[in-house]
């Protein structure tokens, strides 16, 4: 049982770069979340969508876009990566929103 | 505006030892809380939860927290510290009703022999 997949690992980008961040989930999970882990701020919402179809703003959603692909697949898009964005990225999923989360390994990004 | 805090950005403690960990929050209603560990280089796993109900909540690899909504804490407890507990843990509050769930900055453990 695979649980929450992201998808790569690591990445270096260059300034105004672009790329997709992607997230897929085998518990048949309604919600799922884009986070990002900055030290000393802990993990802030991007993006999130609380079921199949939405999709909706969190708490740090500048420079990000998202697709809910299907139930399985949310995944998160930089148009044009800033040096700001540099961060490790998280994707989470729950049975329904807010309840307990599972989360993925985490991308680490770097923006030069 | 609803918020978590961790008052302590890093905790020592000697293995063997007694831990407590920190948490407060601000919301106006029965929040849902968390506590999740992070391993260096993982995602977040979690420890416990408190929806409703007992107050004491027990949790995975012996951690246990206290619900005091007098106090607006969500304390997390451990008799005995493993080395393998040292990582970095977070509280998050959250509920049904559409809050998105919030994190605290993270309290990094470290457990000395």
């Known amino acids: 049982n695979a649980g929450v997949t992201q998808t790569p690992k690591f990445q270096v980008l260059k300034t105004g770069q672009s790329m997709t961040l992607q997230c897929a989930q085998d518990?048949?999970?309604?919600?799922m979340y884009w986070y990002r882990q900055d030290p000393g701020m802990g993990l802030r919402l991007i993006y999130y969508?609380?079921?199949?179809?939405?999709?909706d703003k969190g708490e740090v959603p500048n420079g990000y876009n998202v697709s809910r692909l299907n139930k399985r697949e949310f995944s998160l898009r930089l148009e044009s990566a800033a040096p700001s964005q540099t961060s490790v990225y998280f994707c989470?999923?729950?049975?329904?929103?807010?309840?307990?989360?599972?989360f993925g390994q985490g991308t680490r990004l770097t923006v030069v | 505006a609803q918020s978590v805090t961790q008052p302590d950005i890093h905790i020592t403690v000697s293995e063997g030892a007694s831990l407590e960990l920190r948490c407060n929050y601000s919301y106006g209603a029965t929040p849902y809380l968390f506590w999740y560990v992070q391993s260096p280089g993982q995602g977040l796993q979690l420890l416990l939860k408190?929806?409703?109900?007992?107050?004491l909540v027990q949790g995975i690899k012996g951690f246990e927290a206290e619900f005091k909504r007098s106090q607006s804490s969500f304390n997390l407890r451990k008799p005995s510290v493993h080395w393998s507990d040292a990582a970095e843990y977070f509280c998050?509050?959250?509920?049904?009703?559409?809050?998105?769930?919030?994190f605290g900055a993270g309290t990094r453990l470290f457990v000395k022999a």
């Open positions: 969508s609380a079921s199949e179809g939405t999709t």
């Open positions: 998050a509050v959250g509920d049904t009703g559409g809050f998105k769930t919030i």
């Open positions: 989470a999923s729950s049975s329904l929103m807010n309840t307990e989360a599972f």
């Open positions: 408190y929806f409703s109900g007992d107050t």
């Open positions: 518990m048949n999970h309604n919600s």
